[in-house]
């Protein structure tokens, strides 16, 4: 995060060093004219100041470009005691343009002095030659944050002479918080170690006393060599290209640092601070005891670090044109000396925020600054707000494409702004509530198109297509606002036809969730819909339309029968991996409730006499149930042969009625005489009776 303008200047140091200082040979020299030998001149404005002689009997010359060769070796000698930089610079001037003859006479070109850009902060500034005699000089404005020493030689220097120079100055104590870019205190020690980038020759030493570990940036790493004296550690880079060289020096005493040990919610962490910046440990220690918490409970993600967490004061970031930053692996949060609330929040906000959580830094980025905001007002604080950007800044890039080690400051500075502003976009619109839960769904890699029950795994890639699924899915975003919102800032264009792509399938896959209601949509075509691989989705999305229409013409067959379709079927269908197998499922089940209404048809058609009286006792209501039960139950085999059992019998229930009828009669007759024979034999005892 960046917090300091200064920084971003430093950083486009290194990619465009002439811009940077602005001294150039060619747009910046002021050419002389030929002139008497008395008349000399200083220029105050050119990197190199020459004079001109023409024999007396000349009366004008040609213009000719000055010329001269330069080398110099710097040497930047750290004082952590006295929080100073001493710089020493053995300056070597060449004069190499010769003398011109001509007809009537010749030219005679000498330099009277050289004028040498120096840091703005430079302070007892002395210029000596080689042997220790001072010599003139003054200061005049260069670049900005540079000054131009004009340094007069002792005498004027001729075709082939050099005069050697030495240029001595400090930079200003490097206090906490102070306006410079230089820091230096018995733990740490960081500057620019800066060269003239015209010398043809030159060198950089850095002393600093031993114990003290490298951690710079920039071509320290590539050209300097260590190297330990006495009590001293030397990095030297001999026999650079000065044009290309640049260097933030950031130097370490760990042995140094003062500890301040905390107990957060059960989190152990570890304070470092440069000696007697207790200011910083206070500001340090109240953000960790107050917002840390808040912090925690806004993120919702288990506390990722599992040994201690350190906090490190350094200037570092600064150097590289940032507020701090997090090293997961390390598990050590750096951040600069500045007391900013948002900017602690931000680099602890890291901890979960990294590139284990999302593959894309404007995701990271500009979530970190979302949270840290919603704890700083949570704390009592006005909520910081994004630095104002726009589309049309011309350092604009889609944020997708926005990456790490970009080293245009420029750049960074928009794509830190655009990120911040963009995720609290996002946050206004489906609120941070749901934004934590899609922290949450990437932090357990969850499938972005959700089902009902347990949620699956994807190991699709956490980037910008997967943030957009997860935000309008989880946050039930029912316009394209959110859509809108990637395609201005974030998508390359290069990307953007596949968007129309998804519009047309998320419309369909919302077309299936509502047909298929409370069924969900099958694995197979969230996870095709989570994988952007449209084409398929689409295919598999008819298949899925092709289950359920079979699905719902059963539904409407079995509502006689008052059967319920089984519960595998719809586990099979939500759950599919495979929908050719749900397709071969649902046509098995299809065919089985075919069976079982026209069973029930059969049994609850007997509405002849004769099938009324054949299916008396045969228990086929009993055997309907059990076909229904076994329906439900996903056991086809058992439908099958029940319905066939009750088919077999509906079928033979008309003549079954007849014999029954038939047995029925006879019996009935027979009943009926017994009853005549029964009946004439007690009036034949009544009769007898009554004789008697």
Known sequence: MIVKSGGAGLMASRIETPTRFGITMTSRRLLPLAVPSARRGLSVVLVVVMALTVSAGAASAAVDDPDVDTAADYEYRVDPEAGTVSVTID???????????TADGFYQYFFEGYALPIPDVARDITVTDEAGNPLSFGTDDGTEGFLLLEIRFRRNLFYGQTANIVVRYSLPPGQPRSETFVRVNPAYAGFEAWVHPYLEQASVTIVTPNGFMDTSVGSIDSHFTVRGEDDELWFEALDIDAEQFW???????????????????????EIRAWPGDEEWVDHVTTNLETGLPILINTVGLDWPVEEELVVLESFSPYLEGYGGWYDWRRRQITIGDELDDHVVMHELAHVWLNERLFGERWITEGLADVLAAEVVETMGQDRPEPPVTALDDPNRLPLARWEYGSGDAEQERWGYAASWTVNRRLADLVGVDTLTEVMGAADNDEISYVGDGEVEPTGFTDGWRRYLDLIENRGRVADDAVAELFTEWVVPPGDRPILEQR???????AELETAGAPWSPPLAVREAMTAWRFGPADDLMAQAAEVLEIRDTMAERLEPVGAQLPDELEQAYQGAGDLDEVTRLVDRVDAASLELRDAHDGVRGADGMFQWIGAL?????????????????NDLAEVEATTADIDN??????????????????????????????ALRRSRERDVVQVT
Not at 503 to 509: E, V
Not at 617 to 633: K, N, P
Not at 654 to 662: K, N, P, T, W
């Open 91 to 101: 300056l070597a001037v060449t004069a190499d343009k010769p003398n011109r003859d």
């Open 247 to 269: 260097s933030l020096v950031s130097l370490t005493r760990d042995s140094e640092l003062t500890a301040t040990a905390l107990e957060v919610d059960g989190h152990a962490i």
């Open 503 to 509: 519009d047309a399938s998320r419309a369909a896959y």
């Open 649 to 678: 019998v509906v079928d033979d229930l008309g003549r079954d009625g007849v014999v029954r009828s038939g047995v029925a009669a006879a019996a009935l007759a027979m009943v009926s005489a017994g009853g005549v024979v029964v």
């Open 617 to 633: 006792g045969r228990g086929l209501d009993g055997e309907l149930e059990e076909a229904v039960d076994a329906f439900e139950d």
